[in-house]
């Protein structure tokens, strides 16, 4: 019962394969730049909601927070490798993102929009919580596996926070229909998934 009830929490559908773990543990350096664009990538995105979306104040506050905590993530994550004497990589395509973003079709009114990218940031940051649980139970590196247990703690609140925004701007009844679609999207994506060294894949 107990595995279970962090992927409840997280309304996701589909739990990640343990053998993704046996993959980050033999591409540690792969996975630690990746995770690194991972958080440049977040900051990007608060800051993109702060750029698109101006006139929602409470929107651009907490985009603000948030921007500064995931580009402090990003140095959290490139002092570790420099600790390691790794050297940050090139950034990658991130095909799980992507796939996640292309699933609402373009158009509709600018509230949609809005709540449609809140739903896509909610889950990703969702299936992040999971992903570094997983690591925090898993690594043999407890130094690495107390490092993402903090950061696991981070994504949760990050999940709950853009949910929430969801249903403040949207009637709640058609957002959490959005929403239960959306993670049926997820679980079909996720069966491709969990076959390679970076955080998403």
């Known amino acids: 019962m107990e ?6 929490m997280l309304h996701l559908k589909l739990p990640t394969d343990p053998r993704w773990v046996n993959i980050v543990e033999k591409n540690i350096d792969e996975i630690l730049t ?5 958080e440049q990538k977040a900051a990007s995105s608060a800051i993109s909601f702060i750029i698109g ?9 907490e985009m603000s927070d948030l921007a500064q905590e995931e580009m402090s993530h990003f140095k ?3 002092d570790i490798m420099t600790e390691r004497g790794l050297t940050l990589g090139r950034e990658r395509k991130d095909a799980y993102v992507h796939k996640l973003r292309f699933y609402f079709p373009k158009g509709g009114s600018r509230v949609e929009s809005l709540i449609n990218r809140l739903l896509v ?9 999971e992903r570094f649980r997983l690591l925090s139970e898993e690594l043999e590196d407890k130094k690495l596996a107390r490092f993402y247990k ?7 609140g990050h999940y709950t926070m853009f949910l929430r925004f969801a249903r403040q701007y949207g ?13 049926e999207f997820e679980a079909q994506v996720m069966k491709d998934l969990s076959v390679s060294e970076s955080i998403h894949g």
């Open 3 to 8: 595995e279970k009830e962090p992927i409840q």
């Open 34 to 38: 990746d995770h690194a664009y991972c």
């Open 53 to 61: 979306f101006p006139e929602y104040s409470e929107l651009v506050s």
């Open 76 to 78: 959290m994550v490139h």
């Open 121 to 129: 940031a909610a889950l990703i940051e969702a299936r992040s919580c």
């Open 150 to 156: 903090k950061l696991m703690i981070s994504e949760a």
């Open 171 to 183: 009637e709640r009844k058609i957002v959490d229909a959005k929403w239960q679609e959306l993670l």
